[in-house]
């Protein structure tokens, strides 16, 4: 059935087609990007706190580099040039800092974050940008990022229990719009 299709064409209309047909599959292989993507947590994926002693009530409690991510991303096109805006590192802690034992609970607001050694900020609870990124191809390695939390020295911590407390922390790797 096809053969006799294309003998019904004549030759300049399926030369015609044929060539819009290679036009669509270059354009369409041309305009093709590769985005790629991938957070590794090498350590520190919750935050995990123990009150035991009058100092952390205080002062409050200093984690250094608890949180170490490995970052790999890469945006270019079917040639392999960079393309794209790079992408961005955001932070959404699941809800409040929960008690291990019993029904206690820490807002997430007495935590502050500082990533690779920058000024700290105050955790909101929802999702928080905490790093951009350039766009790149794979050749270019991103260093770790490492992340520090101080709880209890921006906003003081009140009526918590000498027990331990736990927050899960979701990392969340996106191009940038």
């Known amino acids: 059935m096809l053969p006799y299709f294309?003998?019904?064409?004549?030759?300049?209309a399926l030369k015609k087609i044929v060539l819009i047909c290679l036009l669509c599959i270059t354009t369409s292989a041309l305009n093709a990007q590769e985005t790629l993507g991938n957070i590794t947590v090498k350590t520190g994926s919750s935050?995990?706190?123990?009150?035991?002693?009058?100092?952390?009530?205080?002062?409050?409690?200093?984690?250094?580099?608890q949180t170490t991510l490995g970052i790999y991303y890469k945006e270019t096109d079917a040639g392999g040039l960079v393309t794209g805006n790079g992408w961005q590192l955001s932070i959404e802690p699941d809800g409040d800092i929960r008690s291990l034992y019993s029904n206690d609970f820490i807002p997430i607001n007495v935590v502050d974050i500082s990533?690779?050694?920058?000024?700290?900020e105050t955790l909101t609870g929802g999702k928080q940008l905490?790093?951009?990124?350039?766009?790149?191809?794979?050749?270019?390695?991103?260093?770790?990022?490492?992340?520090?939390?101080?709880?209890?020295?921006?906003?003081?911590?009140?009526?918590?229990?000498?027990?331990?407390?736990m927050v899960l922390l979701n990392f969340i790797l996106e191009a940038k719009p």
């Open 47 to 65: 935050l995990d706190v123990y009150f035991y002693q009058l100092s952390h009530y205080a002062s409050g409690i200093t984690l250094s580099t």
């Open 6 to 12: 294309f003998e019904m064409i004549k030759p300049e």
């Open 130 to 165: 905490i790093k951009e990124g350039i766009a790149q191809d794979a050749s270019i390695v991103i260093p770790d990022i490492v992340i520090s939390y101080s709880i209890g020295k921006t906003n003081p911590i009140t009526n918590v229990s000498n027990e331990r407390y």
């Open 115 to 120: 990533v690779d050694g920058g000024a700290p």
